[in-house]
Every structure is written in C-alpha cells, then in structure tokens.
C-alpha cells in the first residue's frame, strides 16, 4: 500500500463525493461501552480508525455470544468487511499488536489492517520507565497500566522516539535506537534508581523481527483516508478513554497521555477536522472509572456493589474492579462542549433496573460556590460535593424491548433520558439496555 503512493499525487483524479465521516468517543472515564456502539455502526463503515492511545485500552464487543476483548485493533475488527486503521496518533507495542492479530485470527477473523508509518513505537525501556515512573509520582500517580504509554508519548516530545517505519529501516533504526535507549536507560537508573535488563543489541534484533511481520500492514495512513474521503467512503473514528482523561482538558494529571478529545482526530490521524459529519459522545448511565483522582459521586455502599457486579465492572485490560459512581453531568457537559457533540448514545441502562431512586449529579457545591463546569483546579475538585437531583427508577426493562422500540419503554426511562437531554443540552439518539450487538435502541 505504501508504495502505491509514491510517483503520484494523493488523490490523481477529480471529482470529490460526499463521503460520511462519524466519530465516537468516551464522555466519562473510559469503559462507557464505546466498543459496543462503534461494533453497531462498523457495519456501515468502510474505514475503523483509531487515532490516539495504545494497548492500554480495553473493548469488549459480543457477538453471537461471541466474547471479543480487544487492546489496540479498533474494534470495527471484528466486522470483517471494513478497513481497520491504526493512525499516526495511536502509540503501538508491536508485540501486542502481532498478539492481537493472532488472537483474531484463531477466533476466525484475518483483520484487514493499516498502521501508520509515523505512529510511535513502544519499547521495552518505555515500559520499564512507567513502573518507575508511577513509584516517582505516588499520590499524584494516574494508576498507570504499565504499558509504557506515558513513556513512549513523552519520547515523542523529546524527539527520541522510534516509528513504525524505523522497524522496517534497519539503519535508521539502529541510529534512532541509540540514542533512545542511553536517555531512557540513563532516566530509568540514573533519575528513578531501578535497573534497566535489556540490551540495545537484543531490543534492534527483536523490534527488526517485529517490523518483517508488520510490514504489510505498514501505510501511510493520511493519504489513504483522503483517497477515501475523496472517494465518498464511510469512515468511523474510534476513541478510546474518555473526556475525562484528556491529558488537556481531564483530571490532570490523573489522566491518560493522550488526547482523547474528538478534535484529536485531525492530529492523530491526518484527516481534516473539517471534515467530520456526526460526533457521538458514548455516556453510561453511571460511571466507572479505573485508577485514582478524586470521584466526586463515588458510590462506596451496597448500591455501588449491586452496580458493578449487574455491569460486570471489571477492567478489560487489567481486571481491576472499577470505582462505581451516580452519573455526573458535570463531567458529561464538558465532553458536549469539547468534543462539539452532536448526540448521545447512552449505555448500559439495563444496570439500573430495579433501583428505587436514581440520583444524578447536575453540579458540585465547592465552598459556598455551586459550579456546573469541570474545574482546573485540582483543590475545588477535592472539595466538589455533588448537587444531586433524584429521580425514581423503572423497575425492568421490557423483554426484547430493542425490537418494540423507545415508544414501549417504561415512562422513567423516557423521563431520565429528558431530563439528561435538558441539562446537558443535548440529544440522546441511541439507547443500549445490553451488552450484544442487538440489544440497542435507535
Ligand atoms: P469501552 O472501553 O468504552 O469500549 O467499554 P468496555 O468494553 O471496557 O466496557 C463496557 C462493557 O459493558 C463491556 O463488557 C460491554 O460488553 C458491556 N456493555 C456495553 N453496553 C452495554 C449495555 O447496554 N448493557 C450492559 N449490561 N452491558 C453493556
Ligand atoms: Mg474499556
């Protein structure tokens, strides 16, 4: 696929289509259920693109029963049909990734999949300098999953990183490595004090190994979704994490290292934010979040017990159990504002059933303040209590209620769902009462 590009201009020939562009992305902290609703509109894509992060994140799609639990391969994957895409903004562990597509491949599935050629690659000295790193930080520590994510993004910034097409420029790459490995091997043991067991000779013959592999999948991925656009195809962006570990505009620093807002799109993958018809902000009708910061409507009593065993909140990726909390639409008015939400889709309602009282939380009370925005500071987010509004819960959802339609739901759903709607000013347009792929409410 690279190849075809040279000797020519992106797009040789004339006439531009109007193609469909819709992005998907976390509202709360991640585990909204993004997986699910990009799985429901793969179906009409013709391109799957993930465009930041790494193998930190975890999507859980079912299928047929079929469990699929995916890290770094967007999970439109599992569709078969469309492209899947790992954009330049995404950070790659290749061994994760070549384990990925031998996991799909025993499930079935050979992935159709581009990387790009400027996505950075993570390194085993990454890896080791996260653990470290989250021993430096202790309170201030985001509950990193030591997949050398932080590492490898700051890398990055110093301009030591390696990327995919330096696997496949052995000189290159032996140059770049160099480097690379003295200052993180000089952080590592010098700054942090841990040892460092790897050699660069064994990390060059290793990551060679990886780029033979990875070769085909290599591309310019840029190019290839303009071709695209151009060429009125459908192209789906898939966010991972959520709003509120925007290494910008969430929690920090207990965020994530990467931009998780929509308009990161433009950077991660070489796609024009101009370009973007629908942006679908994924809110569960609670919240979980993985890791530490302050949660102001953590729930700690039997409520957030009887939450997270009906949602199976445990991660995807680490297995942790998950903080539960009442859903906070502080937090979720921010992601319509950043993100230029254009709907919602609202998840996992079927975890509610039978609870008498729902509340939820519509601003924070900070001193004598209340405040409906999510604040910078890191004080008054210590100190935020959540205003609550209580509204009465709906008993069941009615059986195979996805094939009777939003009509024949019980009136407190509707209700819950205007009363989001009015607060965040904003459209609920897809409903999800369970975790398979028909279990969803247009
Ligand atoms: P993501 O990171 O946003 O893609 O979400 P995860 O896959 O980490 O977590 C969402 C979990 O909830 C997965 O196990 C899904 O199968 C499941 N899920 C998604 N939507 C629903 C729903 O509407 N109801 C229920 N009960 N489970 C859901
Ligand atoms: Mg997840």
């Known amino acids: 696929i690279r190849d075809s590009f040279r000797g020519q201009p992106a797009v040789p020939y004339v006439k531009s289509v109007q193609s469909k562009i819709t992005t998907i992305v976390g509202a709360q902290w991640g585990d909204e259920g993004k997986g699910k609703i990009t799985d429901f509109f793969a179906g009409k894509a013709d391109y799957v693109v993930r465009f930041h992060g790494g193998n930190n994140a975890g999507h859980t799609v079912i299928v047929d029963g079929k469990v699929f639990k995916l890290h770094l391969i967007p999970s439109g994957v599992i569709y078969g049909d469309p492209l899947s895409v790992i954009g330049n903004g995404v950070v790659v562990d290749p061994k994760a990734l070549i384990n990925e597509i031998e996991y799909l ?14 996505a950075h690659v993570i390194m085993p000295y990454h890896i080791a300098l996260d653990s470290a790193l989250s021993d430096h930080q202790k309170d201030l520590a985001a509950g990193s999953t030591n997949r050398g994510i932080a590492p490898v993004y700051a890398d990055k910034m110093y301009r030591n990183g390696i990327r995919m097409i330096d696997l496949i420029e052995p000189d290159v790459f032996r140059e770049k490595l160099d ?3 003295d200052f993180n091997k000089g952080l590592i043991e010098n700054a942090l004090g841990q040892s ?12 060679i190994d990886y780029g033979k592999i990875l070769k085909p999948y290599i591309s310019d991925v840029s190019v290839e979704l303009f071709n695209a656009y151009k060429n009125g195809k459908n192209i789906l962006f898939e966010g991972a994490q959520g709003m509120s570990l925007d290494v910008d505009h969430g929690i920090y620093p207990y965020t994530t290292s990467s931009n998780t807002g929509a308009g990161h799109i433009s950077i991660g993958t070489g796609v024009s934010f101009k370009s973007v018809n629908r942006t679908i902000g994924v809110v569960k009708a609670y919240l979980s979040r993985v890791g530490e910061s302050p949660l102001p409507t953590e729930l700690k009593d039997e409520t957030g017990d009887h939450i997270r065993e009906n949602g199976g909140e445990y991660g995807t990726t680490t297995g942790r159990p998950r903080r539960i909390g009442w859903l906070d639409l502080v937090q979720v008015r921010q992601a319509v504002r950043v993100n230029g939400l254009t709907e919602i889709a609202l998840t996992k309602l079927d975890v509610l ?5 729902l509340l939820v939380c519509n601003a924070y009370e900070v001193g004598s303040d209340e405040i409906y925005e999510m604040p910078a500071s890191l004080t008054d987010y210590r100190n935020a209590k959540p205003v609550y509004e209580k509204l009465k819960g709906w008993g069941e959802i009615p059986d195979n209620i996805w094939d009777k339609g939003f009509d024949k739901l019980p009136k407190e759903i509707k209700d819950y769902i205007s009363f989001i709607e009015k607060r965040i000013e904003c459209r609920v347009t897809i409903l999800s009462v369970g975790p398979q792929r028909h279990e969803t409410i247009i």
Request: proline share 3%.
């Open 105 to 118: 491949k025993e499930k079935g599935i050979n992935p159709r999949l581009i990387v790009s050629d400027r």
């Open 179 to 181: 480097k690379g490995f």
């Open 196 to 207: 460092l067991d790897h050699t660069v000779e064994e990390i060059f013959n290793t990551y």
């Open 353 to 357: 059933n039978n609870i008498d009282e």
